[in-house]
C-alpha cells in the first residue's frame, strides 16, 4: 500500500479551548497563526480534535516540563500514523509508535504544534485461501516510518500455529525497530513463505522469509528469523546467528511464545554441560560456526551477557551487527568497555578466543 502522506498544521490558541478547535486536512489547510499567550497554562492537559481527511482524531496534549509537550493517542483510531521520515532529526519527537509532533517556538516564546500523519486509513488484516491448498493471512503493522504490509503464505490446516506466528511477527518486528532504532530495513509488502520440506528451518533477509513446515519451524524460528531482516549484511556468524538465536528468545520469553519441544532451555543446557570442555567447544570466533555445538554455546554467552550488562548492552551489538559489515573482537572489547567491563579479556576468553573459561 503506498502511503498517502500529509502534514498539517495546528496552531494552539489561547482563546478558544483546544477540545474545540478542528484543523480540517488536508494538507492545503494550514490554518492562519494566531496570538496566544501563557502556553504553560493552555498545554497543560487538553483533547485535542484534529479532523483529517473526513476522519475526527481525539489527540490528548500534555505539557512536559517548561517546553516539551506530548501528543498522545487516546481514541483507538489506529489511523492515526506518523511519517517520521518527513521530519528533521531536530524536530521530530517519537513519543509512541503512532504519534509524532514538531513544535515550534515563536520568538517571543510562543508554542505552535505540527501534528502530522501518514494515512488516514490502515487496511485491515485479512486471510483469504489462495491455490493448492495455501491460504494468505495479510497483516498491517503500524511502524516507524511505514505500515508494513506483511503477507504470510502457508498451508491451510496450519493455520492455528500460523495465527500465532503472525501474531509474534507482528510484536517482533515493532521491538526489533525499538532496540536498534532502525526502521524496519526490508521490502513492503513483506513476503513470508511457508516451505514444507524445505532443508533448513528458516532463512530470512529483507527482501523476504522462507520457513520450512510449521510443525517444526515455531515462534522461535519466526523471531530469529525476523532479526535477520535487520542484520543480514552483518558477521561474524557468532553474532549474526547468535543474536539472532538470543533477541528471538528474548522476544519469546516477552510474549510467552510456545517453545518446541527440541527447543527447551533445560536441553541446550544440559547438552553445553556435556560438551563444555572438550574438542568439540571452540572459541566463537575462531572456527566455522556450527548450528548444533557453537550455537548452543553462543546461547549461553549471549544470557551471560545479559546477565552481566543487561538488555542494553544486547541491543548496541545487535544495533553494530545491523549497521556494520563486521563487529570484530576488538568491536566486541569496546562495547564490553563502555558498558563498564575494566577486564574484556575475562570474558572473551574461552568464550570468544583460545583461553581458560573466566567468565561463567
Ligand atoms: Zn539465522
New binding site residues.
Partial sequence: MKINAFLITATLLSVAPLAAQEVEGPASAHPATQDFTTPDRLLKQRIHTLHLDGTKYRVEILKVGDTRMKAKRISDQKEFEIPLAMLSKKQKRLVTEWQAFNELHHPEGLVETEFLTASSKVDKDTIVPDTDGYEVSTINIPLMETVLKVQFKYTREKRSQAKRLTNLMKHAVVDYEAMTGIPFPGLNPYEILEKPGYANLGLAGPTDMWLCGLDKAGEWVLA??AV?IWNSGGGPSWV??GL?DYVGYLEMIKYDGVFLEVESREGYIAFWDEFKNTDKDYPLSEKKYDYTYGATKNMIFWELMNKEFGDEFIYACFTHNSTQPRLTNDDFRELLTKFGEKDPERIMSGWIVKGDYRFD
Avoid: D
Fill in positions: 530469529h528469523e535477520h549474526g546467528e539472532a
